[in-house]
């Protein structure tokens, strides 16, 4: 008897649970009207406007206060930096490009993708020696020291931006 009773109460409880759950999403969702979206090319797939000379903005003021770097430093460090990330976003949408293509092809053949896994191959080597060049004219600049911090503060500056993206603060406006 107290069985029966034990499995009715769990059985309730994790109803109750259930339920709950199921109402929760419901009430977090935003509330007022949505952001406006912006025009197909303007912004983002999602209609957030991507403003890049606001986000170097804000990169260049995080970067130089987290790497230590000097007015003069950062004046001349920041155009070129920016012209290397400028090199590596250009090859890595022609790597997304040619995967969603590939992927798209309903009838693609394994030598057909292994000519496509050759090319994103070739297009990383690209990316690293982008990146290779550029460091040691950069180092040349800041120092290899102020250079890893650099290196750290883009990084932690991005997993930054990501944070908010995902917690909803970018439409806080």
Not at 17 to 40: D, I, K, N, T, Y
């Amino acid at each position: 008897m107290k069985r029966t009773h034990f499995f009715s109460l769990s059985t309730f409880f994790l109803l109750l649970f259930l339920a709950l759950g199921s109402v929760q999403p419901l009430s977090a969702q935003p509330q007022g009207p949505p952001p406006p979206r912006c025009e197909r090319g303007e912004g983002s797939r999602r209609g957030q406007a991507f403003d890049l000379k606001k986000f170097q903005t804000e990169l260049s003021a995080h970067i130089t206060k987290k790497a230590g770097l000097t007015n003069e430093e950062a004046e001349r460090f920041f155009p070129l930096f920016f012209q290397m990330k400028a090199e590596q976003r250009s090859l890595m949408h022609k790597k997304e490009k040619a995967i969603r293509v590939a992927a798209k092809r309903p009838g693609i053949t394994e030598s057909e993708c292994q000519k496509v896994i050759r090319q994103l191959n070739a297009i990383d080597e690209k990316f690293q020696k982008v990146e290779g060049t550029y460091s040691k004219r950069l180092i040349k600049i800041i120092g290899a020291k102020k250079y890893l911090k650099v290196l750290q503060a883009d990084r932690s500056f991005g997993r930054d931006v990501f944070r908010r993206m995902t917690s909803g603060q970018h439409r806080r406006k």
